[in-house]
């Protein structure tokens, strides 16, 4: 049973990732400069700030620095309980709907089901297609996320795919029930 599809989710993963990093190289900063200009006196709370600073650092090393990596400068994503082959063709579908031309990447994964990307020639946008647990969800179980990276910026033509998406997810589910 399956709810309907909730709206895509953004997540400008770059800045992101940028606020986090100058975020430590400011603590960096004030740190050294309590340290040079106030001496001994000084010395706790610029050893205190640079302790921040480093975890900070390390914070978005191991958790930023792969997002940003994986789903790229901007992204969209949305749950749903669909299977991730079910989600694949859905995407796959709306794609060649459009006249355009998917093509299905799966990368090697140590995961039980791996992901899989599809991607929209002659559109910057790529879908990434894994199975997660939702965080905000009561009942327990494998959903599918269904991942849109964007270079850049949204483009117009991602944001109609994103709708169509939606409404075929929202299409299938509603067939079944």
């Keep these: 049973m399956e709810s309907a599809p909730s709206e895509w989710a953004y997540a400008n993963n770059a800045r992101i990732t ?9 603590l960096i900063g004030i740190g050294f400069l309590a340290v040079v200009g106030f001496g001994p006196d000084a010395a706790l709370a610029g050893g205190a ?23 790229g400068a901007v992204s969209f994503s949305v749950y749903s309980r669909r299977s991730i082959d079910e989600a694949e063709h859905a995407v796959r579908a709306v794609i ?43 009942d327990p179980g494998e959903w599918t996320e269904i991942i849109e990276s964007l270079p850049k910026r949204e483009e117009a033509e991602a944001h109609a795919l994103r709708v169509k998406i939606a409404e075929r997810l929202s299409a299938v589910t509603s067939r079944e029930e």
């Design 18 to 26: 940028a606020f986090f990093l100058l975020l430590a190289i400011l």
């Design 49 to 71: 700030l640079l302790a921040l600073a480093v975890f900070v650092l390390v914070f978005c090393i191991l958790v930023f620095v792969p997002r940003l990596v994986q789903r």
């Design 96 to 138: 060649e709907a459009s006249g355009l031309k998917a093509r299905v990447e799966r990368p090697r994964s140590r995961a039980r089901s791996p992901p899989r990307i599809v991607i929209a020639e002659g559109i910057p946008a790529r879908f990434r297609i894994e199975a997660t647990r939702h965080a905000a969800a009561s």
